[in-house]
């Protein structure tokens, strides 16, 4: 068990550009999460998905963010024509629903947008 | 809807009590407890299940008053490694749901 992956670790982007990040889960989880944080801020959740599907999305989240679980396995969370204010620590998660949806965090995607 | 937190702040000496306190609105499914620490990724610490079922860290107590929609998260006998910011995350509804946070409470613990 090699925990919940995530890539790159952190990104600098200039306003404008699209950036993608990717989330490799522990290999027996069905649930995955995508969150973002910022300084200070609880979590905020973005979407989830069982396996393939994705079962919802923040209302709170623009069209510029898209996010796939391929196969039910890695995820990818896209953010077209970032903006300064997409600057954020982006959080993965992963549970098996094994009796309880415990969720295992992987160490982040730090965003800057200048 | 976001769960919320009280107290915001606290800081304890070693070997103090603490007791953190999360409510919600809505007719909750389970509540849960993580540890974040400057820096790193939130860490489960315990869940509460409608229900009764427990499932978490020995040293950590909880509790969860379903009727009330109310959780606290007790530390006894605090160490500095304690320190950190705690969340409640809170799934709704009668079944496993999205789990949303609420803003965090900060433990400070000094020798």
């Known amino acids: 068990d090699t925990g919940v992956s995530q890539d790159p670790r952190h990104k600098i982007t200039k306003r404008g550009q699209n950036v993608t990040f990717r989330c490799d889960p522990i290999?027996?989880?069905?649930?995955l999460y995508w969150y973002r944080q910022t300084l200070g801020q609880g979590p905020e959740f973005l979407t989830y998905f069982q396996n393939e599907a994705q079962l919802e999305k923040s209302r709170l989240l623009s069209d510029r963010f898209s996010a796939e679980r391929p196969k039910g396995s890695f995820s990818t969370l896209e953010i077209q024509r970032t903006e300064q204010g997409d600057s954020a620590m982006y959080l993965c998660?992963?549970?098996?629903?094994?009796?309880?949806?415990?969720?295992?965090f992987g160490a982040g995607s730090r965003l800057t947008v200048l | 809807q976001q769960p919320v937190q009280s107290p915001q702040a606290v800081i304890l000496r070693e070997g103090e009590d603490a007791v953190i306190n999360c409510s919600s609105s809505?007719?909750?499914?389970?509540v849960h407890w993580y540890r974040q620490k400057h820096g790193e990724a939130p860490v489960f610490l315990m869940i509460?299940?409608?229900?009764?079922e427990q499932k978490g860290h020995e040293k950590i107590s909880a509790s969860f008053n379903e009727k009330k929609q109310q959780s606290s998260l007790y530390l006894t006998a605090s160490q500095l490694s304690y320190s950190g910011t705690y969340f409640c995350?809170?799934?709704?509804?009668?079944?496993?749901?999205?789990?949303?946070f609420g803003p965090g409470t900060s433990l400070s613990v000094i020798p």
């Open positions: 809505k007719a909750l499914y389970s």
């Open positions: 998660a992963s549970s098996d629903l094994n009796g309880a949806n415990v969720l295992t």
């Open positions: 995350g809170t799934e709704e509804g009668t079944s496993y749901d999205k789990v949303i």
């Open positions: 509460l299940l409608k229900g009764g």
């Open positions: 290999s027996e989880h069905n649930r």
